[in-house]
């Protein structure tokens, strides 16, 4: 008597994106629509802050770097991120930043998403912060510095040119390399560019500057007299207990955007400031609860850290493209057998199935 393995039932398949996919996923929909896109997800999710449970992330942290994961649900999705940062990588041939992530459906606890996170991240981190640019930087800027050139420095840009009209980037990397392999990407893509031989250069006649280095310190990367009255700050590198970008000085001038406080006052550059130190919450500026930029001379900082929210947002994005664009793999993922008691019986039949 022969026997046949038993077949996955549709449950035990779950959709997984890979790298190859994302990257197909993006040029298909083109990367300025996605970005785009991708914002009204994030947007949606914000107007929807307290729906979700929040925590700051668990962090695992070493000498060269810090493994992360990522949880938030609202009452019908689960979602998580797994993430590192380990600054020193990029020197090794490694990526400082990798991601991949999940979600899964509340009520049975099935998986329904399995996607590769690390291109996913520099898109929702620069979508998140071309979002917030919106509500606080100058209007009709038209200048951006970028400080530090490294993976997420495109993505940055072009989500401000898509979603705040940027059109001049200035580039500054302590490695000129860096700012070369980033002026060569975005060849074409309408940016007047120059590279800076300084972070004092880079910033002049900014409207917004955005740091995004990576280094496993407090560093200065922006002193006091480098920030002018009236300019919006996208502080994206400080994300870690002892990691920031910014002389404290300069919080002190600023009014402070974060994602969520109890996590940035951990990771952000606020972790500077005493724990009380007022900073509104993005979410309320974005559902018309606070106030955003409100003068020409304040200096408003986005003090982000990245949010769990961002990542769900992000992947709830990516699930609803895939129906359309058949841009995933079915991995065999969940043991669901038919009777759901019989879990050992599924894999005796198996074996039985693997001998005839
Ligand atoms: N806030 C968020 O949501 C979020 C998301 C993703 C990444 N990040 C952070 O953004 C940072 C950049 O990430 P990445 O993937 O682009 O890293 P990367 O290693 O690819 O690039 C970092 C660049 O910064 C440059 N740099 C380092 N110190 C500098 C300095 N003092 N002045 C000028 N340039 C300097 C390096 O030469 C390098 O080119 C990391 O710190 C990462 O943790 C934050």
Redesign the pocket.
Known sequence: MSFTAPAPSHLAYVPFVSVENMMALVHAIGIDVFLRELAEYLEADFRRWPEFDKTPRIAAHSAEGVIELMPTSDSSLYGFKY?N?H?K??KEGL???TAFGMLADVSSGYPTLLSEMTIL??L??AA??AMAARYLAPANSRTMAI???????EFQAIAFREMVGIHALRL????RA?SEKCARNLAGMGFDMTICDS?EAAVENADIITT????KQC?T?LSDNMVGAGIHINA?????PG?TELHRDILLRSSIFAEYPPQTRIEGEIQQLSPDHPVTELWEVIAGKAQGRTGKGQITLFD????AI?DFSALRYVRDRLEETGLYEKLDMVADPDDPRDLFGMLQRSKMAAAS
């Open positions: 993430v940062g600054p990588n990029m990526q400082t930043v991240t520099a929702r981190t998140t912060s400080i530090g050139n490294g993976a997420q420095s500054y990397d302590l490695d860096a972070t995004v280095t990576a280094d560093a990367i994206v590198g400080g994300d870690c990691k982000s850290v990245g949010f961002e």
